[in-house]
């Protein structure tokens, strides 16, 4: 049985964002040259990504909540 230490640990769309940043990472290797740049781009949004819905989630407030989980849906998009 999986245990989980954080509460965004349990959020299925944390766990989904785990994996596109493991598989946008696999993905990029093959970027390079004229197109490093956007390698880096993508990789620090889709890092970006589950950061943001871990710390948005450690939030009180909903209105900080929501501003942490608009910055990921953000960064996904």
Known sequence: MT??????????VYRLSIEYFADA?????????LYRHARDQWLRAAQS????IAEGNGKRSLKDRARFL????????
């Open 3 to 12: 245990e989980y230490i954080f509460d965004h640990d349990r959020l299925d």
């Open 25 to 33: 990472f696999d993905s990029s290797r093959s970027l390079e040259g």
């Open 49 to 52: 990504i589950p950061l943001n």
């Open 70 to 77: 608009d910055i990921a849906r953000g960064s996904a998009l």
